[in-house]
């Protein structure tokens, strides 16, 4: 616990704010959960962020007998809520499951575009996806896409590209109660495919392959 503090204190202090371990211990004693988890899970995913040259990690300071976080210089309220689909940047995660532990942060864009986030780390084995940063519009992959190791291996890399379908299905439907047989249109949907060139690695960083795939498609 005490090497998990320090890490947390040395955070606050790259932010150029107050955070010592006395004042974590203090929001641990009270049974302020949320601040717990936000805490490891911004820390973490600062982290990985910084390592692969994002320029816009969470910011957090001391604020009475709080913590407040900001991204790109504006406060967030309800950073740790996940389900808060309204803020800039939310996380969850920080705590443990099968001794394991997840980190997840979702980064939007005014656009609709979404910068999701995972970390996974486990105390027995390594995890095929320890890492992973990926792009979402509408819940569909796009953009850039990385998969790397804990100790900052990208073991995949590549662009994903939006394509919408060819055709528009169609399904018959039975309504049960009169007997009557209608058809449903299903709509056109979107799909991502890859485009670009796609790397793999090994964990010790060593090429395995190289993709290559249209620039884009129609």
Not at 92 to 107: P, T
Not at 114 to 119: G, L, P
């Amino acid at each position: 616990m005490r090497k998990y503090l320090f890490l947390v204190g040395f955070g606050g202090l790259l932010h150029g704010q107050e955070i010592t371990d006395e004042f974590v211990e203090s929001l641990f004693d009270s049974g302020k959960q949320d601040y717990r988890y936000c805490l490891r899970s911004v820390y973490r995913l600062n982290y990985y962020i910084n390592h692969v040259g994002k320029p816009d990690t969470i910011a957090y300071r001391r604020e009475g007998n709080g913590i407040l976080f900001s991204y790109r210089g504006n406060q967030v309220a309800g950073l740790c809520d996940s389900a808060n689909t309204e803020v800039p940047v939310s996380v969850s995660g920080g705590g443990s499951l099968h001794s394991s532990r997840y980190y997840k942060g979702i980064f939007r864009q005014s656009n609709g575009l979404e910068m999701r986030i995972n970390v996974s780390r486990s105390a027995f084995h390594h995890l095929d996806k320890e890492v992973v940063f990926a792009h979402y519009r509408d819940d569909v992959l796009t953009g850039h896409y990385m998969e790397l190791t804990r100790d900052k291996v990208v073991t995949h890399e590549g662009i994903y590209q939006q394509v919408d379908s060819s055709y528009v299905d169609t399904v018959l439907i039975v309504n049960p109660l009169i007997y009557e047989v209608y058809i449903e249109f299903v709509p056109r949907k979107k799909y991502p495919m890859k485009v670009g060139t796609w790397v793999y690695r090994n964990r010790s960083g060593d090429t395995l392959k190289v993709e290559h795939y249209p620039e884009e498609y129609d």
